[in-house]
């Protein structure tokens, strides 16, 4: 941590440089960025050490600069995230600021590749039907009783937040929620927003699933390669060192929604919140004002559309929607635009009967109220209606339905988009796709399922899954206790003690590669190996050290209490807005920097900054769990500043006390 004086130098008074770095041409040489003569600090909390006067350097410059733009663009989304990370460490390597060799470390870093087999057990456990059993438990402990349920599912919610990263416990725990809601009645916006916010208040408990946590000791080893001379090297955390802070935050969000939950969640019972699958005229009448039954056209030999396409006829005055065609022996759900229409071609459609009636005068074809001819497609075991939320990380971001062309890729219709309170049903095909919005299909299970995989959709609905592999829930969990128990009993490393698990799985046949592939973000895997190289530039040029002099320079002398809540408050502003990942390389290194130069403890402090990145309950941007949850439960802005307002101040007193109590 370069630009600071270790206790043991501030009494010698000796003159050195007080932030040196290898020159890019010649590693050994060295050269001064600033020099100052060492002094104990005054007033200094543990009478640690003094901070050194340090001065601008191009090298902290161009770091701080792209801190700046990191940030901007996590913000603004002008680009992608991931995008952005690349950019930033290509950046780094083309101007030197860390040696060449080290730029792409982070991708082989011990957090990167642990990471990635933590997502791959998760999926794993999913396959091999745990979540299942879980509803089953659930119900069987929460008889129907709405304070049971809720306080059973978050309990259960924060067991698997200590051990599957939060974005995939949620995608996993919605459709679960959803279940449970409609088998007891409970209404799902009382049960989905306090699920979330378990799962980050659960999500410390563990170094496993949390990010932040887990590239914590990436920082930490990039931190005690810049210490000053006679300081004490930092040590690296161990597996449950975070533990005990995290019980009490888990208790903490579970008893939280247990006391106060029924005053602060929205008391609205609105029928739209309630998800089941298969259900079609009901659904879409009070749901989303479709208003309609199902029935079937057959096209005549005189109808003006013979040799139409789909999109055609779906431009005419008074159009049904169009779900189904069957043309000769062939039957298809979600027929494309292209798809032409033929003489004796059946449409399955819905519409007010009114409508189709006239539609069907008008164009010259047959009507029947009876699904005779594609009964078997529209077999609600087969197929109906569902509805699936736009995840962060998906692809389909900033597209709209209709160049998505999802009916002919996958065989699904986009029936309605929901976005907060307005509903889109007229023209869904121009409506360009944002992060949280709720879709409303139609297809086959199976199809959806497909559409799935690429994890560019979250099924909210409780739909059946063909491809569970209950057989192997015993290899499932077996590995993944295998896994957990090398993390705690060995000495290797936790990136190969999860991947030890996720190979297990593979082996047995929990999973297959294909399905390991797709299980990974890859987004998340490049967002978090390109900003680990910010957060050891930040230390290597002594940027940290300097904008930890300007915080001592502003805060003055004054309490550890005071620091470390300055810290912590500006960790959980900079997690609202952009990911608790960048606002962690960000601050760490600058809380180190402040700890070392007031004699505080640096394990403690990098410690708070991490677990404050979590705490992003005040806006459903804030985490991608929260943004997963606001469409399916119909929450709106005011429902997370209600509850997530006392909580983040609960949680930020209480991370405070108890690390500083553990580390005292």
């Known amino acids: 941590m370069r630009g600071f004086i270790s206790a043991d130098s501030v009494h010698q008074h000796s003159s050195r440089p007080a932030y040196t770095r290898p020159s890019n041409r010649d590693e050994s040489s060295q050269r001064e960025a600033s020099t100052a003569q060492h002094h104990p600090s005054q007033g200094s909390p543990a009478g640690g050490c003094a901070l050194v006067g340090l001065s601008l350097t191009p090298e902290m410059i161009l770091v701080l600069g792209l801190v700046g733009f990191t940030m901007l663009m996590l913000v603004l989304e002008w680009i992608r995230a991931d995008m ?75 067991l698997f937040s200590a051990v599957i990263p939060s974005q995939a416990l949620a995608a996993l725990m919605i459709p679960v929620t959803s279940r449970l809601s409609a088998r007891t009645g409970v209404p799902i916006s009382r049960l989905l927003l306090p699920m979330a916010f378990c799962i980050l208040a659960a999500t410390n408990t563990t170094l496993i699933a949390n990010s932040p946590l887990i590239v914590l000791n990436d920082l930490v080893a990039s931190a005690n390669a810049n210490l000053p001379a006679g300081a004490h090297t930092i040590p690296k955390f161990g597996l449950f060192s975070v533990t005990p802070v995290g019980l009490v935050l888990a208790l903490t969000g579970v008893g939280f929604f247990y006391f106060f939950g029924k005053k602060l969640l929205p008391e609205r019972e609105d029928e739209r919140l309630k998800v089941t699958p298969g259900r079609t005229e009901s659904y879409f009448a009070d749901t989303y004002g479709i208003v309609g039954e199902t029935a079937e ?32 022996n062939d039957a298809r759900m979600a027929p494309p635009a292209d798809h ?184 998340t895997i490049f967002v978090t190996a390109c900003l680990i190289p910010l957060g050891w530039s930040m230390d290597a040029t002594g940027a940290a050290a300097w904008l930890a002099q300007g915080v001592l320079q502003h805060l003055g002398h004054t309490s550890h209490w005071i620091l470390q809540l300055s810290l912590a408050v500006l960790t959980l502003m900079f997690s609202q807005v952009m990911s608790n990942v960048g606002a962690t390389v960000m601050m760490v290194p600058i809380a180190i920097s402040v700890a070392v130069a007031t004699g505080g403890n640096p394990s403690a402090y990098a410690l708070i900054v991490a677990v404050s990145s979590s705490n992003t309950f005040l806006l459903s941007s804030g985490h991608p769990a929260l943004m997963m949850v606001a469409g399916p439960g119909g929450y709106r802005a005011k429902d997370f500043l209600r509850v997530g307002l006392p909580l983040t101040a609960i949680v930020l007193v209480i991370t405070l006390v108890a690390i500083n109590l553990m580390y005292h």
């Open 297 to 328: 056209l057959t096209v005549t030999a005189e109808s003006p559309l013979v040799g139409m396409s789909i999109g055609e006829v779906e431009q005419l005055y008074g159009a049904p929607l169009i779900l189904a065609i069957k043309s000769g």
């Open 84 to 158: 952005v990370a690349l950019l930033v460490v290509v950046v780094i390597g083309l101007t030197g600021l860390i040696p060449s060799e080290r730029v792409f470390n982070g991708f082989a870093g011990n957090a990167v590749i642990a990471i990635i087999a933590i997502m791959i057990m998760g999926a794993g456990l999913d396959r091999a039907g745990v979540l299942t059993l879980t509803a089953s438990f659930v119900m069987r402990m929460a008889r129907g009783v709405e304070s049971r349920l809720g306080l059973v599912i978050n309990l259960v919610t924060s």
């Open 340 to 523: 032409v229409i033929w003489v004796g071609s059946v449409l399955g459609v819905l519409g007010p009967r009114e409508q189709l009636n006239q539609f069907a005068n008008n164009q010259l074809c047959k009507l029947s109220p009876r699904m005779r001819q594609l009964g078997e497609l529209f077999n609600p075991t087969r197929a109906g209606i569902s509805e699936a939320v736009i995840p962060p990380s998906s692809r389909f971001l900033k597209q709209s339905v209709g160049d998505l062309r999802l009916r002919k890729r996958y065989g699904i219709s986009v029936l309605a988009v929901n976005r907060g309170d307005q509903v889109y049903r007229d023209d869904v095909r121009s409506v360009s796709l944002r992060a949280g919005d709720t879709l409303v299909l139609h297809s086959s299970w199976r199809d959806l399922g497909l559409a799935t995989e690429d994890k560019d959709l979250v099924v909210v609905t409780d739909i059946p899954k063909e491809e569970q592999r209950p057989g192997k829930v015993w290899q499932a969990v077996g590995f993944f206790v295998l896994a957990k128990c090398l993390a705690l009993f060995t000495h290797l490393d936790l990136s190969v003690a999860m991947m030890t698990g996720a190979v297990g799985m593979l082996l047995t046949g929990v999973l297959n590669m294909d399905e390991a592939y797709k299980a990974i973000n890859w987004k």
